[in-house]
C-alpha cells in the first residue's frame, strides 16, 4: 500500500516535472526550434513504425463488374469462417454447401506461406455509384511493405486460381451479375439470383426455339429411360455462332425453363484432371454445367497429336498424357474434357445439361462434337426479319411500324447481331420511331462499309489476277522456248537440221535431212 502511494507520489512529481519543461520549451525556445524538434520526432515515429501497403479492390470498375472483386470474394468465403468473429451464414437453393460470408467492416487475417499475414477488410460505402445501385462495396488488403512482391507474383495469383474452383463450386446461379450481393449491405459469394433472360425474351427462330424447348423437356422427363438403357440422365448442347448473338442469354433462358441452377466452369483455372474430375462430381443434380469460349479454354485441335502419341484418347489414367492445358498453365487435357463430357458422373445421378459455347465452331476437334457428346448443337446468328420482331416486341411495345419494311429489306444484305440491335433500343428510351431510325441509319452505314470492303476485295483480285496472267504468260513462253529447244536439240541429234512443211490436210510432216 505505501509502495503504491509512493508510486503514485512518484508519478505526481513526474507530470509536474513534464508541466514544468513543456511550458519552458514554449516560452523560452523560438518557434523554429521548437517546429525543428517536433519534425524530428514525427519523422522517427514514422521511421519505428511498420510501413503497411493498402490495395482497394472495387466492385466495379467504370460500370464494369470487376473480376478481381469476384475471385477475391469467393476465396475469402472459404477461408473467413476460422478467422471472422461475426458470420452470416446462407446455403445456396438445391444446394447442400453452406457458406459463411463477412458482414460489413470486418476485417480478417490470411496467412499466406506459413507465416505472411495479409489483412483483408470488406467495406460498404454510400457515395460511390454501383451498377445497379448507388452503394460501392470494395475490398482492402493491408500488408507490410516488404511483401509488396510476394502480392503481385505469388499470392494474387494463388487467390484467383483458388476463386477459379471455389466459385465453380459454389456459383449457382450467379453465374451473370452479382448485383443482388449488395443489396442487403452484406456480401456473400454464394449470393444467387435468377437472370431475367428466358424463352419469351430470346430473339430467335421461333421453330428453333420451340425444339429446344420441346428437347429440354423430353430430357426431364426420360428418367427411367437413361435408368433402363444404363446410360448418365445427362445432355450435351454446343451453341455457337458469333459474338453478341445471344449463346448466355439463351443458357440463362434454359436454366430458367428448367429451373436449373447453373455452374460456369472455368477450365482455365482448374489445374488437373482429378481436379476437374472432383468438381464435376461435387455439382448438384439439376444444374447446368457451361463451359464458355470452349476452343479458348483449352487447345482441342491438339487431339489428333495427343492422339498419335497417346493411342487412347479417351484413357484418364495418365495424367501427363494429352496435356493440352498446359500452355495455359492448367494441366487438364482433353481426355479429362471428353470424359467429362462421356457421363463421368454417371454414378451421381440427377440430371445435368452440359453446354459448351463457342464463337469458332470450325476450331474444334470432331470427336467433341460426336452425338452423345453434343447431343444438340445450336447455331446462334445474325438477325433475321422473325428475331428482329421479338426484340422490337421486347424493347420497344410495338408489333408493327411502317420502318420495318425498310428493315426487311436490309436485313438480307447487312449483318446485324441482336446484340447490336438491343443496344441501340435501349438506348432510344422506348421510342420506337427513334430506334427504328437508329438502326436503319446503322444498317445503311455498314452496308457503304461492306460495299467498299467488297469492292477493295475485287480490286485486289483483279489486280492479283493480273500478276497471275502475267507470269502464267511469261512461264509459258519460257516453257515453249525451252521446249523449242529441247526438240530442236533432240532431233538435231537423230536427223540433223530439219525443215518443217505441212502437207495439204494441215498434217505437220517432219522433212528429212537436207
Ligand atoms: N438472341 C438474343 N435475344 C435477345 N437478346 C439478345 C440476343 N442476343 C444478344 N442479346 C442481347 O445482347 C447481350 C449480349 O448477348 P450475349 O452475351 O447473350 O451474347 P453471346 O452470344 O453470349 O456473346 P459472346 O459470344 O460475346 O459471349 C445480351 O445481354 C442481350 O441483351
Redesign the pocket.
Known amino acids: 500500500m505505501i509502495n503504491l502511494l509512493l508510486d503514485w507520489k512518484s508519478m505526481g512529481s513526474l507530470f509536474a516535472t513534464l508541466m514544468f519543461i513543456r511550458t519552458a520549451v514554449r516560452d523560452f525556445l523560438p518557434p523554429e526550434v521548437i517546429q525543428v524538434v517536433q519534425h524530428f520526432f514525427v519523422n522517427i515515429f514514422s521511421y519505428l513504425q511498420p510501413k503497411m501497403v493498402s490495395i482497394q479492390i472495387q466492385e466495379f470498375e467504370n460500370g464494369y463488374n470487376n473480376d478481381i472483386f469476384d475471385s477475391v470474394q469467393c476465396y475469402l468465403s472459404d477461408n473467413c469462417f476460422y478467422s471472422a468473429q461475426h458470420l452470416k451464414l446462407s446455403r445456396l437453393k438445391n444446394s447442400t454447401n453452406l457458406s459463411y460470408t463477412m458482414i460489413p467492416n470486418q476485417s480478417i487475417q490470411d496467412i499466406f506461406n506459413n507465416g505472411i499475414n495479409f489483412k483483408w477488410s470488406f467495406h460498404v460505402t454510400d457515395s460511390g455509384k454501383g451498377y445497379t445501385n448507388t452503394k460501392m462495396c470494395y475490398f482492402q488488403l493491408s500488408f507490410h511493405s516488404k511483401y509488396k512482391q510476394i502480392v503481385h507474383t505469388s499470392y494474387l495469383p494463388h487467390i484467383m486460381s483458388q476463386a477459379g474452383i471455389i466459385k465453380f463450386k459454389n456459383r449457382g446461379k450467379k453465374l451473370y451479375s452479382n448485383q443482388n450481393v449488395n443489396l442487403n449491405g452484406n456480401w456473400s459469394a454464394v449470393a444467387y439470383f435468377t437472370h431475367p433472360?428466358t424463352f419469351d425474351?430470346?430473339?430467335?427462330d421461333p421453330i428453333l426455339k420451340q425444339e429446344i424447348k420441346d428437347d429440354l423437356k423430353k430430357f426431364i422427363n426420360r428418367r427411367e429411360y437413361y435408368n433402363r438403357v444404363g446410360r448418365a440422365w445427362k445432355r450435351g448442347y454446343l451453341?455457337y455462332?458469333?459474338?453478341?448473338?445471344?449463346?448466355?442469354?439463351?443458357?440463362?433462358a434454359i436454366a430458367n425453363f428448367l429451373e436449373f441452377d447453373i455452374y460456369d466452369l472455368e477450365l482455365t483455372a482448374v489445374k488437373t484432371n482429378s481436379q476437374l474430375k472432383k468438381l464435376l462430381i461435387s455439382t448438384t443434380s439439376k444444374s447446368v454445367i457451361v463451359v464458355?469460349?470452349i476452343d479458348c479454354s483449352l487447345d482441342l485441335s491438339n487431339r489428333k497429336n495427343t492422339n498419335k502419341s497417346n493411342g487412347n484418347i479417351n484413357s484418364n489414367t495418365n495424367q501427363s498424357t494429352g496435356d493440352i492445358g498446359s500452355t495455359f498453365g492448367s494441366s487438364v487435357s482433353l481426355s479429362g474434357v471428353l470424359n467429362f463430357v462421356d457421363g463421368l458422373w454417371s454414378s451421381c445421378g440427377g440430371e445435368r445439361l452440359i453446354i459448351f459455347?463457342t464463337?469458332h465452331k470450325e476450331k474444334l476437334d470432331p470427336a467433341l462434337l460426336r452425338p452423345g457428346r453434343m447431343d444438340k448443337q445450336i447455331n446462334?446468328s445474325y438477325c433475321d426479319m422473325e428475331?428482329f420482331k421479338?426484340?422490337v416486341k421486347?424493347y420497344l411495345k410495338i408489333e408493327e411500324h411502317e420502318i420495318m419494311k425498310e428493315v426487311e429489306k436490309m436485313l438480307g444484305l447487312v449483318k446485324m447481331?441482336?446484340?447490336d440491335v438491343?443496344?441501340f433500343f435501349?438506348s432510344c428510351d422506348e421510342d420506337a420511331e427513334m430506334g427504328l431510325k437508329n438502326v436503319v441509319k446503322e444498317m445503311k452505314k455498314r452496308l457503304i462499309l461492306q460495299s467498299q470492303k467488297e469492292e477493295k476485295k475485287e480490286e485486289m483480285k483483279k489486280e492479283e489476277k493480273g500478276e497471275e496472267d502475267e507470269d502464267e504468260e511469261k512461264n509459258e513462253e519460257e516453257d515453249e522456248e525451252k521446249n523449242e529447244e529441247e526438240d530442236d536439240s533432240e532431233e538435231e541429234e537423230e536427223y540433223g537440221e530439219y525443215v518443217e512443211s505441212e502437207d495439204e490436210e494441215g498434217v505437220r510432216i517432219c522433212g528429212g535431212i537436207i
Do not use: Q, R, V, Y
Not at 425474351?201 to 430467335?204: D, L, N, P, R
Not at 455462332?241 to 440463362?252: D, E, N, Q
Open positions: 433472360s425474351t430470346i430473339a430467335m451453341l455462332g458469333p459474338p453478341g448473338t445471344g449463346k448466355t442469354s439463351l443458357i440463362a464458355e469460349d459455347t464463337n446462334l428475331s421479338i426484340l421486347n447481331t441482336p446484340a438491343a443496344e435501349m
